[in-house]
């Protein structure tokens, strides 16, 4: 086995071992206190609504929505960490397939673990701090990496075609 | 049977068995679902209007109920699938996993168990609840598929552990034989027609992302915030209007991640498939008809589960059926594999 499918099947074993983790410890201790919060906050919004207290019904309604911009985004974390993982593993098994010289191929193993690591990252670095530009800046850009990686590996099949 | 048969015909099962869930759920309990929490919603408006805190707590007890029946059975139908796709990844990847082969049997078990035990799991926790549980908020079926959850992380340990031992140079065993590489008309089909789902299914994602999703956050609780405020003000007609919207606005967010999500999954799935054409025992034109159906139905199913805003149920009716289409066409590569087996053990036996 080469060098780049290593990377891709090493990367994307610890890659989806470690959304494994994240999802089991989330599911544990953090998934039904939010989904709890979350609903706490939409019922306490209406209630104060209901005694006509309009001011807190809003904050109960601004805190629901950012509940659930967190909860998204913590989601969003496990599920993408694992679907890349396993993306990166099915192309460790086929990647001599990829038309381009060893080296190339090489960049681009790299490039699909460093952009599926970071992409994700970045979402969640969103719920530390909502607006800032870095973590946007990561996310935007591990994508970026993922996709162009993609495109250059389905080139590289339909060379091979 | 062999490690890599197990993985393979446990994973086609649990994939065909998590969308045949997720199309049934589709078809008998989504629109149904979202429609009952709509009417809870402004249940819960309407008894703020009126000055009831213990009718908006009720209607919000119904709502909550609603979305954990949804939420439970979206999940079953994920978890089950993609423990599926896991199990085909872990097939492919057993030639360089250097272990006994007696070991390597056990941790696909183990796998396929821990792959069973999460849908199951998952699924009983809307109707388990907390019925027994020394927990506060996590009920027995979440042990279940936390436990469940657990046995796939041990089970991708040892494998790991064999890859480890193979590069290490380590081993002393006898492996299978590496992925046969036919360069049949199949595999590339199956393979450019992967990758291309799975990268349409990015640039879709990545699309959504950047010009929707915010927008959409800010908009819920626009919406919330005006349902609240025409409940204050009893505004029957108003509060009818945002809660529409409100419903209107979910159906869109679900519709995108759905389209996003679907093209990649039957991409990945496009991509496993492909390396075990060689093991589909059954005539290059009967391999031709189901990759084409599994093609066609892995592109109907996302284009047209988006174009339910626009067509409504009718798409959802044509997206229902790209996936149906999905299911045969795997269980007609399941059949194949199935002969594929039988005539091993037919060899072995003479």
Redesign the interface.
């Known amino acids: 086995m080469n060098r780049s499918r290593k990377l891709l099947v090493f990367g994307g074993l610890a890659l989806a071992t470690i959304g494994m983790g994240y999802g089991l410890y989330y599911a544990l201790f953090t998934e039904h206190q939010t989904l709890d919060g979350m609903g706490a906050a939409l019922a306490t919004a209406f209630v104060r609504t209901a005694q006509r207290n309009l001011p807190q019904a809003h904050a109960a309604i601004d805190a629901f929505g950012r509940a659930k911009y967190t909860y998204v985004r913590q989601v969003d974390l496990h599920s993408h960490w694992i679907g890349l993982a396993m993306l990166m593993i099915v192309f460790g098994v086929v990647f001599d397939r990829v038309d381009f010289k060893e080296g190339t191929r090489c960049w681009l193993a790299l490039a699909l673990l460093a952009g599926s690591v970071l992409f994700p990252l970045g979402v969640i670095f969103e719920t530390a701090s909502p607006g800032a530009w870095f973590p946007s800046a990561l996310a935007v850009a591990g994508s970026a990496v993922v996709t162009l990686a993609l495109a250059a590996v389905a080139w590289g099949f339909a060379r091979a075609w | 049977m062999s490690a890599p048969r197990l993985l393979i015909f446990g994973g086609i099962a649990l994939i065909a068995g998590g969308m045949l869930f997720g199309d049934i759920f589709a078809v008998f309990v989504l629109h149904q679902n979202g429609g009952r929490t709509g009417e809870a919603l402004l249940a819960?408006?309407q008894?703020?209007?009126?000055?009831?805190?213990a009718?908006?707590?009720a209607?919000?007890t119904r709502?909550?109920g609603l979305?954990?029946d949804r939420g439970t059975k979206v999940d079953t139908h994920?978890h089950m699938t993609?423990a599926g796709?896991?199990a085909l990844?872990l097939a492919?990847?057993q030639p360089?996993v250097a272990l006994p082969s007696q070991r390597k049997k056990r941790l696909a078990k183990l796998f396929l168990l821990g792959g069973v035990l999460l849908p199951v799991g998952i699924f009983l926790i809307h109707y388990v609840g907390l019925a027994h549980s020394p927990f506060s908020?996590?009920g027995w079926a979440?042990v279940l598929?936390?436990s469940a959850?657990?046995l796939?992380?041990i089970a991708?340990?040892g494998?790991?552990w064999g890859?480890w031992k193979y590069?290490r140079r380590s081993r002393a065993y006898a492996l299978e034989p590496e992925?046969i590489?036919d360069n049949s008309w199949s595999q590339?089909a199956l393979?450019?027609g992967g990758?291309?789902l799975?990268?349409l299914g990015?640039?879709y994602g990545?699309w959504y992302?950047?010009f929707d999703l915010y927008p959409q956050?800010k908009q819920?609780?626009a919406i919330?915030?005006s349902l609240?405020?025409q409940?204050?003000s009893d505004n029957t007609p108003a509060m009818n209007q945002a809660v529409n919207d409100y419903g209107t606005l979910a159906g869109a967010k679900a519709v995108y991640i759905a389209a996003h999500s679907h093209a990649?999954e039957f991409g990945?799935l496009a991509?496993?498939l492909?390396?075990i054409q060689p093991y589909v025992y059954l005539s290059e034109v009967w391999k031709r008809c189901w990759i084409l159906v599994l093609l066609a139905g892995a592109i109907i199913l996302p284009v047209f589960v988006l174009l339910e805003l626009k067509l409504g149920l009718v798409a959802g009716g044509i997206a229902d059926a790209g996936g149906l289409m999905v299911i045969i066409a795997l269980i007609g590569m399941l059949v194949g594999v199935l002969r594929y087996t039988g005539r091993l053990d037919a060899g072995v036996a003479e």
């Open positions: 819960a408006a008894a703020a209007a009126v000055q009831d805190p009718g908006v707590r209607a919000f709502i909550g979305l954990q994920v993609d796709y896991l990844l492919l990847v360089y908020v996590i979440s598929a936390d959850g657990a796939l992380i991708l340990l494998e790991a890859l590069f992925v590489a590339h393979l450019s990758t291309l799975v990268l990015f640039l990545a992302a950047a956050e819920e609780t919330l915030t609240a405020d409940s204050a990649i990945l991509m496993l492909s390396f």
